[in-house]
């Protein structure tokens, strides 16, 4: 079993930066694919970014790919979503998610755990 216990969200303006936290506890999840997925207010549920368990892989949605870098220190069992110039449209609940299997997913069946979620709330 592993839990996780996402942070670091908040209030910022457009063009501003966030980091995002993802501790895990319970089970080491260093042989775990791990990403992140949010939620904005009447919208389902979607990608933004995963990693393979070493790091070596990752992807990203479309919409993010040169604002958001997606991170992990196995040594701390915590993974990272540092967000950069940030837009309104990023608003949502960010929750991050881990996978019992190496290999990174893009779809949230691919998951088995799941972080409580963090607010973000970007200003225009």
């Known amino acids: 079993q592993v839990q996780l216990v996402d942070s670091g969200g908040g209030l910022v303006q457009a063009g501003g930066s966030l980091r995002l936290s993802c501790a895990a506890s319970?089970?080491?999840?260093?042989?775990?694919?791990v990403g992140w997925f949010r939620q904005a207010p009447g919208k389902e549920r979607e990608f933004v970014a995963a990693s393979s368990w070493g790091g070596g892989l990752t992807r990203y949605t479309d919409s993010v790919k040169g604002r958001f870098t997606i991170s992990r220190d196995n040594a701390k069992n915590t993974v990272y979503l540092q967000m950069n110039s940030l837009k309104p449209d990023d608003t949502a609940v960010y929750y991050c998610a881990a996978r019992s299997g190496s290999a990174l997913s893009w779809y949230e069946s691919g998951y088995n755990y799941w972080g409580q979620g963090t607010q973000v709330t970007v200003s225009s």
């Open positions: 319970g089970r080491t999840f260093s042989n775990s694919a």
